[in-house]
């Protein structure tokens, strides 16, 4: 599967961004698709995931009540609403996804095998 992420951009503090995740390929149901981002000099960040054959989704505390990640297994996408965004936020923000990914896994970024190409998000004070 190919993955595409878009809708960064520039945003101010307090406000909010929605990211899209864009599936290539069938069966997309059968993947967990998951959120991580890496700001300068930091390592990747695990932040929320979308469990395959379920409606379960997982969250980072960082981002637990600010962030919601939902699927439509129809149109191969997977959104990520963000709100309440603080400057902290800014970072790359990529998507990631595995098929039949084990529920212990879902936070580790080594387990996913595809991986689009990140966008970026910017958040000014």
């Known amino acids: 599967v190919q993955l595409q992420a878009s809708g960064g951009g520039l945003v101010q503090a307090g406000g909010s961004r929605r990211l899209l995740c864009t599936a290539s390929?069938?069966?997309?149901?059968?993947?967990?698709v998951a959120w991580f981002r890496q700001a300068p000099g930091k390592g990747r960040e695990f932040l929320a995931a979308?469990?395959?054959?379920?409606?379960?989704?997982y969250y980072s505390d960082s981002v637990k009540g600010r962030f919601t990640i939902s699927r439509d297994n129809a149109v191969n996408t997977v959104y990520l609403q963000m709100n309440r965004l603080k400057p902290e936020d800014t970072a790359v923000y990529h998507c990631a996804a595995a098929s039949y990914l084990h529920d212990d896994y879902y936070y580790t970024d080594r387990y996913y095998n595809f991986w689009g190409q990140g966008t970026q998000v910017t958040v000014s004070s």
């Open positions: 979308s469990r395959y054959g379920t409606s379960a989704t």
């Open positions: 390929g069938s069966s997309f149901n059968i993947y967990t």
